[in-house]
Nanobody
Framework: QVQLVESGGGLVQAGGSLRLSCATS????????MGWFRQVPGKEREFVAA????????YYADSVKGRFTITRDTAKNTVYLQMNSLKPEDTAVYYC???????????????????WGQGTQVTVSS
């Protein structure tokens, strides 16, 4: 049974930083493509960042490029999302997702991911 548990969300002022963690069990992240998405009420889930199972390919949404960084610790089986220079428009529930097949634009299509965490709220005040 694969489980993803996000943590690290919270309330931060604009310009601040947060680091989200996604602790994974039941599947080694070294063998799984991993991604981060976010969602605000009334809107579709939005791609944020992704990392291939090799760790060699990393993708970012244009809206977060240069501010967010996805990393992983295979020994801890945990994926991270470092978020710097946060803006009010980054406010959302952030989800970790795993195991899309490596086909097409797998990183940005939420429908291809098999496993999802419960989400963690990030609120950025102006």
């Amino acid at each position: 049974q694969v489980q993803l548990v996000e943590s690290g969300g919270g309330l931060v002022q604009a310009g601040g930083s947060l680091r989200l963690s996604c602790a994974t069990s039941g599947r080694a992240i070294s063998t799984s493509n991993m991604g981060w998405f976010r969602q605000v009420p009334g809107k579709e889930r939005e791609f944020v960042a992704a990392m291939s199972w090799t760790g060699g390919r990393i993708y970012y949404a244009d809206s977060v490029k240069g501010r967010f960084t996805i990393t992983r610790d295979t020994a801890k089986n945990t994926v991270y999302l470092q978020m710097n220079s946060l803006k009010p428009e980054d406010t959302a529930v952030y989800y970790c997702a795993a195991d899309p097949p490596s086909a097409g634009n797998w990183w940005s299509d939420s429908r291809t991911y098999d496993y999802w965490g419960q989400g963690t709220q990030v609120t950025v005040s102006s």
